[in-house]
């Protein structure tokens, strides 16, 4: 299902074909750093991604997400309760958007409901430039190539440039705008928790919490999720 979006992707962009396999490896590494990531594969290299088995050009073996097993819960209250929390994370804006799968003018590798929902947040949170106002993002990513994908959609890069941030290691915990810093969905996919679980690793982030991948000085996180290829 996900092969002919990338490779859309691709073609239009003009990303190099190593691009998906920084996403792998770099995700891998941050998940070794995690001890609830499911995948603990720090010895993952670009090498060895490309290496992996071919399942469906050009998404290799290594650059998919498991589909393992777990849970994830987050608690929220209102100001009164965050009084008695000595970091707490502010929810500044949520924003959903939901599109037909198979609408006939659907942008399969740059959505218009994401681009919608993306613009309604940074507008409902007062952001104007997100890749410089943003210090780190857990976005969903279950096949490696929709990071940089989603980078675009989401008006962190200009449309088909997301890929030039992750080639450039922006992306890396220390870059510009770390993604995916807890291994995101590449390192752990429980179905149901897995898009819950990229808020409560934002949260993590600006509560200084996240441990070995604390990113240093986090004070305002992106949480974004996806499900069944339309919402």
Known sequence: YFAPHV???IRRSGAPTHVGAMVAAKDRRNAAKNPYAHLQQADTTVESVMASQMLWDPIRYDETCPSSDGACAVVIGDEQAAAGVENPAWIHATA??????TAAERDQVNPQAGREA????WRQAGITDPLREIDCAEIYVPFSWFEPMWLG?????AEGEG???TEAGATEIGGTLPVN???GVLSSNPIGASGMIRFAEAALQVMGEAG???VDGAHRALGHAYGGGSQ
């Not at 959903?96 to 799968?101: A, Q």
């Not at 959609?153 to 890069?157: D, I, M, P, R, T």
């Open 7 to 9: 490779r859309s992707y």
């Open 118 to 121: 993306a613009a309604t947040l």
């Open 212 to 214: 070995e991948h604390q």
């Open 96 to 101: 959903m958007r939901t599109e037909p799968t």
């Open 181 to 183: 810093m807890s291994g």
């Open 163 to 165: 890929w030039r941030l």
């Open 153 to 157: 959609n989401l008006g962190f890069a």
